[in-house]
């Protein structure tokens, strides 16, 4: 699957339902065991959640917003598919959680493909999930350094931290992508969907159990002045950067 929402793939309520649509179809398809996520975007995986779908928007779109985001994250984290990601470049914030929600990743080898959670770099706050599946990945200590200070993990570092499972040229990045997928599929998938499962339910599980609360606190958030502010300034940023 490769998405292509240019100019930076950042997971707007348009192209995440896209995706959904897509990764159902797949699901639904039985012909289908596995699938290889990556990017159409030159440079860029996913710039993470689309920060235009947060500013300046009502608190019913807010809420709409956040609901799509739940659900792309569960039908990602649980799928039964054999889920590679070949991360074919930079990968921050809901960049870099679809990419841990993957079983496997492979992360081409280039210094600007940094790959994290820097949303203390926004002024926002990763919500408990984001922090559990990074927590779940890369440990208690490191998650929490990592969280804390935004970190956006070069290549070598991400693999040394172990947010990702291996570093590779970045010409070879899809057919080791594929090449793992091969060594995954050899496994029976009852096995190794109840197995994945087993593993992944009680995170799941936490976010399942309150997906209401979760959108209004959400909502709550977002909404306020300091927020909208914060996420203004970033938004300037990223402007005054071009020009
Ligand atoms: C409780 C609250 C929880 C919320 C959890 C939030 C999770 C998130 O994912 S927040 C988003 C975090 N993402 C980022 O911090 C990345 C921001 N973007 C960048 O750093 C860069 O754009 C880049 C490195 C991804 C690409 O750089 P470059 O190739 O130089 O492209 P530009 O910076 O010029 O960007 C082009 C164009 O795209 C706009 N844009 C970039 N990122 C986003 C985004 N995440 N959402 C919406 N729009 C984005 C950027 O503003 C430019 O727009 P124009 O100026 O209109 O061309």
């Known amino acids: 699957m490769k998405m292509r929402n240019p ?9 995440l339902t896209e995706l959904l649509i897509s990764l159902e179809k797949l699901e639904n398809d039985k012909t289908f065991r596995g699938i290889i996520i990556t990017s159409d975007c030159p440079g860029i995986f996913s710039a993470g959640l689309d920060l235009l779908e947060m500013y300046g928007r009502d608190p019913a779109h807010c809420a709409e917003y956040w609901k799509a985001v739940q659900e792309l994250w569960l039908r990602v984290y649980l799928s039964n598919l054999v889920v590679i990601g070949a991360i074919n470049g930079i990968s921050p914030a809901g960049g870099c959680l679809l990419s841990l929600s993957c079983d496997y990743r492979v992360l081409a080898n280039n210094p600007k493909y940094a790959i994290g959670l820097n949303e203390t770099l926004l002024g926002i706050i990763a919500p408990f ?6 927590v ?9 350094r990592a969280l804390q200070l935004g970190f956006l993990f070069p290549p070598s570092d991400a ?3 172990g947010i990702v499972d291996q570093v590779v040229p970045e010409d070879q990045v899809q057919s080791t992508a594929r090449s793992v997928m091969a060594q995954w599929l050899a496994i029976p998938d009852h096995a190794r ?3 994945k499962n087993l593993v992944r339910k009680p995170t ?9 609360a979760d959108i209004q606190n959400f909502v709550r958030f977002i909404s306020r002045d300091s927020i909208q502010k914060s996420l203004h300034v970033y938004l300037e940023k990223l402007k005054q950067k071009k020009g």
């Open 159 to 161: 693999l040394q931290v």
């Open 136 to 144: 779940n990945t890369i440990g208690h200590r490191a998650a929490e």
């Open 204 to 212: 799941a599980d936490r976010l399942l159990q309150q997906r209401d």
């Open 129 to 134: 999930w984001f922090k559990d599946v990074l």
């Open 193 to 195: 969907q109840l197995t």
């Open 7 to 15: 100019p930076v793939n950042s997971l707007s309520l348009e192209f």
